[in-house]
């Protein structure tokens, strides 16, 4: 016994380490360094080491500058002509992909322009193929680490205009607070403002998608990434319901078709959520003309994640609600990037489909690169998506594409060597509440497969209440009678196993042993028989509060245990004597007289009680109808009982 327990005493503290997560205590620095000639001036960082991960991809670095001026760039070591005098501070966020550390910090550099040179400058560059309003960040969050946010709007009408620019973060689904807003920058005079908006339509819900036919995914409906809208009351009143946080910016002299950036440093709290295959949202909103109502409408979606990996899967099925998710989609998004030294021209995503999922229901949402649905039964020339339904899984290859690889000569743009697969389902007509998870095998044509994360769905667990009533069986007191009515909540339709705490009120009666006792008495010098009966009834009210876990065995049959606590809330006894005086020596002879007394005593909250019970129901196990027995086993002697009782759970 001592060896074993010497044992537990070295095993346990081993235990306890690996179980804690080291905390990256090393802090890399990069730094910038430029050349400059006049107002022309290249860029390139310095930055330390990468540290490889055993068995990833070979790490790399990627970059987000933003040069001060309100332009930025991700090129590596980026070329930018300024187009005035003056000092300006540029900024470097450096990304470590597939590397085994934190992302290296780095400190503003100013840059002083005095001369103008015969360079050619360019204005920042149009987005109005995105309608005017695009939102991009750097990187995925990663729990308690900083990453950049550039909202980039556009004046598409043919005046001069003073606007507004909304940016909203922390959705209230989630309990804690996602993000933390460090700082904003802007370039072209944009200033914050404060408004007090209360939300009180009901949500909306954007429903432009890229949809596929139910067949064979063969045809199309162009997918609009920014909507305009015309209500901007609704819009606004719907943000503000779906998120916690706003930065609201106010703009004057936008030139026709000017474009202007504006960059925002976030914080990611060590509260965010740990689910690493969830989709956390930001939302923009651009009011082009303060004067009007005309608005334009563009989300950002971010996996979290634990390393900044370009292959990966997410889904934004996190904490759903299952008595609401029926007839909704859940959306599940793919992400893919080519670190070859050349061009992939086919890409095969084999993706996991849990089986409460219906994949005849697929709908395709967005995709890059953007190309037509595979027409099915023909021979393929052209650049298109195909997709194969099989019995777990669906097949996403793009066929006949040229996606640049991140090491490939004379690559730029790293964003040119990603892609991905944004894609909905519903459920099935019969599925259970249990978590899921899925991943994708990505394959760069003939290429080793890369295996992504998981990404799970999960239900919140959602409140049922239960209306419960019934019959309780004291076998060991006489003439006994207990009704009670009752209330349960739990969790909503369970799968398995389950919490459920129960409120109940009793109505009992009951009654005491009776004792006699005989005796002859001398009465006018003659025996007699004296006997005296002492009786009790009882009658009370009771309170009882079961607690129990439970087990669904199937849709039809659940057991459960648990402990219980009850309290008469109100209590009656009612003491009686009677004595019965015959004639003779015995009961045979005439009853001469009988007298009886009684005493009622109250009381209120005694008698408390505690014990174990187990449960049986057969019907409607997760919700709905059912009825139900229990055994009750009371640490007090003789009051053990039966209860049957019916129950249905809403």
Same mark, same amino acid.
């Given at each position: 016994m001592k060896q074993l327990i010497s044992v537990c005493i070295f095993i346990f503290p081993l235990f306890t380490f690996s179980q804690t997560k080291v905390k990256d205590t090393v802090t890399r620095r990069a730094s910038i360094t430029y050349n400059q000639k006049a107002n022309a001036v290249t860029f390139k960082p310095e930055t330390p080491p990468l540290i490889p991960i055993a068995g990833a991809p070979k790490p790399s670095y990627s970059y987000l500058w933003e040069l001060g001026d309100g332009h930025y760039s991700k090129e590596a070591e980026p070329k930018h002509v300024y187009k005035n005098k003056g000092n300006y501070s540029a900024r470097l966020a450096v990304t470590n992909n597939y590397d085994n550390g934190k992302p290296p910090a780095t400190r503003p550099k100013s840059v002083a322009i005095n001369e103008i040179s015969n360079e050619i400058y360019k204005d920042i560059a149009s987005i109005e193929d995105q309608n005017g309003l695009s939102i991009q960040k750097n990187c995925d969050p990663i729990p308690d680490q900083q990453m950049e &946010?550039?909202?980039?709007?556009?004046?598409l009408e043919n005046y001069v205009a003073d606007g507004k620019l909304y940016v909203f973060y922390n959705e209230k689904q989630f309990k804690n607070n996602n993000f933390e807003l460090v700082n904003f920058r802007t370039y072209a005079g944009e200033r914050e403002v404060k408004e007090n908006l209360v939300a009180t339509t009901n949500d909306l819900e954007n429903s432009d998608s890229y949809l596929a036919s139910e067949n064979a995914l063969a045809t199309a409906k162009k997918y609009r990434k920014t909507t305009t809208e015309e209500d901007l009351d609704a819009s606004l009143t719907e943000a503000n319901k779906t998120f916690k946080n706003k930065t609201i910016l106010e703009f004057d002299g936008a030139n026709p078709r000017e474009t202007r950036n504006v960059?925002?440093?976030?914080?990611?709290?060590p509260e965010m959520i740990k689910d690493t295959s *969830? =989709? &956390? =949202?930001? +939302?923009?909103i651009f009011v082009p003309n303060r004067s009007f109502k005309n608005h334009k409408v563009k989300n950002l979606e971010m996996e979290i994640v634990t390393s900044h990996d370009p292959n990966k899967m997410g889904s934004n099925g996190s904490f759903m609600n299952y008595r609401l998710v029926r007839f909704k989609r859940v959306n599940f998004k793919t992400r893919f990037q080519n670190n070859g030294e050349g061009p992939a021209r086919m890409i095969r995503l084999e993706t996991d489909i849990p089986e409460m999922f219906d994949k005849k229901t697929l709908q395709i949402e967005d995709m890059y690169p953007k190309c037509p649905i595979c027409p099915k039964g023909e021979t393929i020339t052209t650049s298109c998506l195909d997709t194969i339904i099989k019995q777990k899984q669906i097949f996403f290859t793009f066929k006949n594409i040229y996606l640049p690889g991140s090491t490939q000569k004379n690559v730029k743009e790293i964003d040119s060597t990603k892609g991905f697969v944004k894609y909905s389902l519903k459920f099935n007509k019969d599925f259970h509440k249990i978590k899921t998870r899925s991943r994708t095998a990505i394959i760069f044509d003939k290429n080793e497969p890369i295996i992504t994360n998981y990404a799970t769905t999960r239900f919140s667990p959602g409140i049922?209440?239960? *209306?419960? *009533?019934?019959?309780n069986l004291y076998p060991n007191l006489e003439n006994s009678k207990s009704y009670f009515v009752g209330a349960t909540i739990s969790p909503f339709k369970s799968y +398995?196993?389950?919490w459920q705490a129960e409120f109940v009120n009793s109505l009992n009666s009951y009654d005491n042993a009776k004792s006699v006792v005989e005796q002859l008495v001398q009465t006018t010098g003659k025996l007699q028989l004296q +006997? =005296?009966?002492n009786s009790t009834q009882n009658k009370n009210m009771n309170c009882e509060i079961p607690l129990l876990i439970r087990y669904n065995i199937n849709n039809y049959v659940g057991i459960g245990t648990g402990l219980q606590a009850n309290i008469n809330a109100s209590e009656k006894a009612t003491q009686s004597t009677t004595i019965d005086v015959y004639s003779g020596q015995n009961a045979s002879t005439p009853l001469l007289n009988s007298k009886t007394q009684s005493t009622t005593i109250n009381n209120s909250f005694t008698n408390i009680k505690t014990g174990?019970?187990?449960?049986?129901?057969?019907? *409607?196990?997760r919700i709905g109808p059912s009825l139900g027995a229990r055994y009750v086993l009371n640490f007090k002697e003789n009051f053990n009982y039966i209860q049957l009782y019916g129950i249905w759970k809403f």
């Open positions: &946010v550039i909202v980039s709007y556009q004046n960059f925002l440093t976030f914080k990611t709290t *969830a =989709t &956390v =949202t930001m +939302r923009s049922s209440i239960g *209306a419960k *009533a019934g019959y +398995r196993f389950y +006997r =005296t009966t174990f019970l187990l449960d049986l129901t057969i019907g *409607a196990a």
